[in-house]
């Protein structure tokens, strides 16, 4: 019922910004809570952030936290991963996510719970 493409990856410097776009397609978009994941070469894929389905609420990996910030657009069927202060160790490909559940109040973090994913985009920092 819903499909997803990211975009805005790129190589970027240390200490440098990058902004992901996550647009989305299907009726149930609205209703469920987004999450981007991301997954380094050997690596298990490991949450990043979530946000509820209103928006209201939003939920970030303690790596991340205080330099990345998850929004969604509904009105646009879009979510969105702002990356300031980007390190090298945030090297991995970024994927986002919808999470199976419909209006849930808890935002969770494991991959298992997420049904609908992108095909992914890549993000390189260099030192």
């Known amino acids: 019922q819903v499909q997803l493409e990211e975009s805005g990856g790129g190589l970027v410097q240390a200490g440098g910004s990058l902004r992901l776009s996550c647009a989305a397609s299907g009726r149930t978009f609205s209703s469920s809570a987004m999450g981007w994941f991301r997954q380094a070469p050997g690596k298990e894929r490991e949450f990043v952030a979530a946000i509820s389905w209103s928006g209201r609420n939003a939920y970030y990996a303690d790596s991340v936290k205080g330099r990345f910030t998850i929004s969604r657009d509904n009105a646009k069927n879009a979510v969105y991963l702002q990356m300031n202060s980007l390190k090298p160790e945030d090297t991995a490909v970024y994927y986002c996510?919808?999470?199976?559940?419909?209006?849930?109040?808890?935002?969770?973090?494991?991959?298992?719970?997420?049904?609908?994913w992108g095909q992914g985009t890549q993000v390189t920092v260099s030192s």
């Open positions: 996510a919808a999470d199976t559940a419909i209006h849930y109040s808890v935002l969770r973090t494991s991959p298992n719970e997420y049904g609908y």
